[in-house]
C-alpha cells in the first residue's frame, strides 16, 4: 500500500509539471520551477523512490513520443536523467528501455535528436558500469584528484555590483557558502565510495555499516578506498570488452577490506532490507567561486589562474609569460613563423652540439659557411587559430549542438578542464560579457594559452533591480532572457523564474544559525543548469566603429543586443554660415546619411543610401516576438544570415515637415528595416551620442559618423598577404579576401537551444 500511495504522489509530481508546461494560467506563474525541484527533493530524501520516478518518467515519455507531444520529451529526459545521474538500484530493464527511446528520437529535427544523442551516449556508459556518472560528475566539480580522471570543472559565477544589489549579492554569496562548508572532500570521497559499491553490489553492500564504516575511516584509509574505488570503475570503463564478473569481484574485495573479514559471509547471505535501509547519498553542488566583476580583464585572469597547476597558484607579475603544465610559453605557441634577425649567414655547426666550438678549435677551422634560411616555419594543424569547438555556424543561433569537440588539438595537448562562467544580471551584464568573450578571442590570437586546455561554457541568469513605485520606468533590460525563455521552454520555466526567488532571499533577515538544515532552492537550480544546460544558443556579437573626428581613426567598441542613438542639442558655431533663412526654424532632428546592405532571402548584395532627417535610431539584435525565434523553416541551410536572424533590426524615427495654414509643423513616422551592416554620417553641424547595450557607462558622446557590422573572428586579420611582387590593387584584394572569416559567435547555454 506505501508503495502505491509512494508512486501516486510522485504521479501526481511528473503530472504537476507538464500541466505547468502546456498552460499560461496566471495562478502557475507564481510557482513555476518549483515542482521541479519538489520532484527531486521527494527522491534525494528517499533515494528507494528512485526506480518508480524513473519507471513513470519513462511512461511519460513513451506517451509524449505516441501523442506528438514534442513540447515536453526535451524537459522530461532531463528530468529522467538528473535521477539516474544520482540513483542506485535501477534495474536493466529500465535502462535498456530508455536507452532505446532515446535512439529512436534520433529520427526527429533537431533539437530533439541532438539531446537524445547526448543522453544515450551517457546510458550507455553508466549501463556498462554502473555508478560511473555519479563518480565523474564528483570528482570534477569537487576537484578529487587521482591519475586515472583528471578532469576539472569549477562555476565561475561573476555579478556587476552597479547592476545587483548589495543584499543579492550577500544572500547568493552566504548560500553558497552554507552548502559548500559541508561538501569537504572527505565528505565527496565517501559519497562516491558509498555510491560505487551500493549501485554495483545493490542490498548485498550492507550500506548502512558501510556509511559507519567510512564515517569513522581515518583521512589516509579514506583516500586508498577512494582510489581503489576510482581505478576499478575507470578500469572497467575503459575496456573494449568488459567483464562485470571481475569488476564485481573488484568492488567486493574493497567492501570487505571496509567492513572485515565477516563481511563476506553476510554480503553472500544478504542483508535485511528492512533494517538495512540505504542512507541518501547526495550529490554535492559544484565548487562555485564568487566573483564581484569590477575589472576589464578579470575573466580571463580568473581562466589564468583556474588552469595554474597546484605548485604556482602565485600569479605572476606578467600574466602574458604563462607556462601552462608542460606547455610551450604562450609566445612561442602562439607565433607559427619566426623571423631571424641576422645577416643570414652562420657557422656551420656540429649537429647535436649543445654550445658551439671554441674559436681555435679544428672544427671551427673546418667549417664553411652556409646560407641560414630565413623564415623558420613551424608545422602545426591549419586551424591552429580558429579552434572548431570555439565557432559555431553563422548566424544568431544554432539549432543543434552542445559544446564543439574535446578531442586534442595540438600533439599531446587536450582540454582536461570545463569553466562555466555563469552571469547574473540584465541585458547590460550580458554586453559587458561580450566584451570580455571578444577580448579574450582576440587575446588568444596573440598569446594562444587558454584554448588548447580549457572548455568555457557560459551561462546566464536574469537578475532585474526591483522597480520603485516612484521611479521613473527603465528601459526593458531583460530582452535576452525573455528570447530564451521564447526558444527554450524548460529555461523559461527553470531558469527565468529565479529572479523573483533571489529578491525573496535576499529580503529575508540572515539567519545566523548553521545548524538549521535549509534546502537551498537557488543554489540547486543553479546547480541544475549549469549541469543539465550544456545546448548553445550562438549570439552574433556586432562591432561598431565610432568616429569623433573624420581625420582621426575611429574607436571601437562591440555590442550584443541594442545601440540607441541619439541627436544631442548641439548649436551651430558663431562665425558658421547657415544657408537657412532667419527666422526659419530647422525643427527637431538631424539630417542623417544611412548607407546599409539590406537583408535579403536571396543573399545578393544590395546596398541602399537614403538622406533623411531624424530624431533618434535604435538598432536591435534579438528578436522580439516568437515568429523571428522559429524562423521559416523551408530555407535551405545556406540560408543562414536571414534564417538565424543575423541581422539587425533599425527603427528610425523620421521627422516629417508638413505645411498648412497654421504654418509649418512637424511629425514624426517610425521607419524599420533590417539590415547586415550600416553605415551613419551627420550631415549637418547635429552631434550624435551612442547608448551600447543600454549601459550609461557606455556611452560615446559628440559622434559624427559610425559603421556597424558583425564582429568578425580576431583572427581573421592574422594572415594578410604582404608580397612585395604583387601589385597593390592585388594586394588589396587578396587582405579582403583572406580577411572574409566566420563572424564571432558568443555562446550561451540552454537545455535545449531552440525548439521549433
Not at 551517457?122 to 560528475?137: C, D, I, N, S
Not at 587536450?414 to 561580450?434: N, Q, W
Not at 588568444?444 to 537578475?463: D, G, H, N, W
Not at 512637424?666 to 539590415?675: D, I, L, P
Request: hydrophobic share 40%; net charge neutral; glycine share 6%.
Amino acid at each position: 500500500m506505501e508503495s502505491s500511495d509512494a508512486e501516486l504522489d510522485l504521479l501526481r509530481s511528473v503530472q504537476a509539471v507538464l500541466r505547468e508546461l502546456s498552460t499560461q494560467a496566471p495562478a502557475l506563474q507564481s510557482n513555476r520551477g518549483m515542482w521541479r525541484w519538489s520532484l527531486h527533493k521527494k527522491v534525494e530524501r528517499d533515494p528507494g523512490k528512485s526506480p518508480a520516478l524513473v519507471g513513470i518518467l519513462l511512461r511519460e515519455l513513451e506517451k509524449a513520443e505516441s501523442e506528438d507531444l514534442r513540447h515536453v520529451i526535451i524537459p522530461l529526459l532531463h528530468t529522467l536523467m538528473y535521477v539516474l545521474t544520482k540513483a542506485t538500484g535501477i534495474s536493466e530493464e529500465l535502462y535498456q528501455r530508455t536507452y532505446t527511446f532515446c535512439m529512436r528520437l534520433l529520427t526527429l529535427p533537431t533539437p530533439y535528436c541532438t539531446v537524445a544523442l547526448e543522453c544515450a551516449i551517457r546510458l550507455k556508459t553508466e549501463t556498462a558500469v554502473p555508478g560511473t556518472l555519479y563518480q565523474r560528475m564528483v570528482i570534477a566539480e569537487q576537484n578529487l584528484t587521482n591519475d586515472l580522471y583528471p578532469y576539472r570543472e569549477r562555476v565561475f559565477l561573476f555579478v556587476d555590483p552597479e547592476l545587483v544589489s548589495p543584499s543579492v549579492c550577500s544572500a547568493l554569496l552566504l548560500e553558497i557558502q552554507a552548502a559548500q562548508e559541508k561538501q569537504t572532500p572527505e565528505a565527496c570521497m565517501r559519497h562516491v565510495v558509498s555510491h560505487a559499491l551500493q549501485a554495483a553490489l545493490g542490498d548485498t553492500c550492507e550500506v548502512g555499516a558501510l556509511h559507519q564504516k567510512l564515517q569513522a575511516s581515518p583521512r589516509s584509509a579514506l583516500e586508498r578506498y577512494f582510489h581503489a574505488v576510482v581505478a576499478a570503475v575507470e578500469q572497467m570503463a575503459g575496456e573494449h570488452s568488459p567483464s562485470p564478473a571481475g569488476y564485481l569481484e573488484r568492488l567486493e574485495e574493497i567492501r570487505c577490506a571496509l567492513l572485515g573479514p565477516a563481511a563476506a559471509a553476510r554480503g553472500r547471505c544478504g542483508g535485511d532490507p528492512l533494517r538495512d535501509r540505504p542512507p541518501s547519498i547526495p550529490l554535492p553542488s559544484p565548487h562555485i567561486t564568487f566573483h564581484l566583476w569590477t575589472d576589464e580583464e578579470q575573466l580571463w585572469k580568473e581562466l589564468v589562474l583556474f588552469l595554474r597547476p597546484r605548485s604556482q597558484l602565485r600569479l605572476s607579475a606578467d600574466l602574458e609569460a604563462l607556462d601552462l603544465q608542460g606547455l610551450p610559453p604562450c609566445g612561442e605557441l602562439a607565433r607559427v613563423s619566426v623571423l631571424s634577425t641576422d645577416s643570414g649567414i652562420e657557422r656551420d655547426l656540429p649537429s647535436g652540439a649543445d654550445e658551439p666550438p671554441a674559436p681555435s678549435s679544428p672544427e671551427m677551422e673546418r667549417a664553411g659557411l652556409q646560407r641560414k634560411g630565413g623564415i623558420k616555419k613551424r608545422a602545426w594543424p591549419p586551424n591552429i587559430l580558429m579552434p572548431g569547438s570555439w565557432g559555431g555556424p553563422p548566424g544568431l543561433h544554432r539549432r543543434t549542438g552542445g559544446p564543439g569537440g574535446d578531442g586534442e588539438l595540438l600533439p599531446g595537448v587536450s582540454r582536461l578542464h570545463t569553466a562555466r562562467v555563469l552571469v547574473l544580471g540584465d541585458d547590460r551584464m550580458l554586453g559587458r560579457l561580450a566584451q570580455a568573450y571578444h577580448s579574450l578571442r582576440k587575446r588568444e590570437t596573440q598569446k594562444f594559452c587558454l584554448t588548447p586546455r580549457l572548455s568555457l561554457q557560459l551561462y546566464y541568469i536574469r537578475v532585474l533591480a526591483p522597480e520603485a513605485p516612484s521611479a521613473p520606468r527603465e528601459p526593458e533590460l531583460g530582452e535576452l532572457a525573455a528570447f530564451l525563455g521564447r526558444a527554450d521552454p524548460w529555461y523559461e520555466n527553470t531558469v527565468n523564474t529565479l529572479c523573483p526567488a533571489i529578491h525573496k532571499l535576499a529580503a529575508m533577515p540572515l539567519s545566523l544559525d548553521t545548524s538549521q538544515t535549509v534546502d537551498p532552492f537557488i543554489l540547486d537550480v543553479i546547480t541544475y543548469y549549469v549541469r543539465m544546460g550544456i545546448q548553445p544558443i550562438y549570439f552574433q556579437i556586432y562591432t561598431v566603429k565610432i568616429f569623433s573626428d573624420l581625420s582621426q581613426d575611429p574607436a571601437e567598441d562591440v555590442f550584443l543586443t541594442e545601440l540607441k542613438v541619439k541627436i544631442q542639442d548641439s548649436k551651430l558655431p558663431k562665425d558658421g554660415f547657415s544657408p537657412k533663412k532667419r527666422g526659419v526654424a530647422e525643427g527637431p532632428g538631424a539630417e542623417l546619411s544611412i548607407c546599409y546592405q539590406k537583408a535579403l532571402l536571396s543573399h545578393r548584395a544590395r546596398e541602399v543610401t537614403v538622406s533623411l532627417r531624424a530624431a533618434g535610431l535604435v538598432l536591435k539584435a534579438i528578436p522580439a516576438s516568437d515568429a523571428e525565434v522559429s524562423g521559416p523553416t523551408h530555407l535551405p541551410p545556406t540560408a543562414a544570415p536571414v534564417r538565424d536572424h543575423a541581422c539587425l533590426n533599425v527603427s528610425v524615427t523620421e521627422v516629417v515637415k508638413s505645411s498648412n495654414l497654421a504654418g509649418r509643423s512637424f511629425s514624426t513616422v517610425t521607419n524599420t528595416f533590417r539590415t547586415v551592416d550600416l553605415r551613419i554620417q551627420s550631415q549637418d553641424q547635429r552631434l550624435l551620442t551612442l547608448l551600447l547595450d543600454k549601459d550609461s557607462r557606455r556611452t560615446f558622446r559628440n559622434v559624427v559618423r559610425f559603421e556597424v557590422a558583425p564582429c568578425p573572428e580576431p583572427c581573421s586579420g592574422a594572415h594578410k598577404s604582404k608580397a612585395p611582387w604583387l601589385s597593390s590593387h592585388r594586394q588589396k584584394e587578396t587582405e579582403v579576401t583572406k580577411a572574409k572569416s566566420k563572424p564571432l559567435l558568443m555562446p550561451i547555454n540552454t537545455f535545449s537551444g531552440i525548439v521549433q
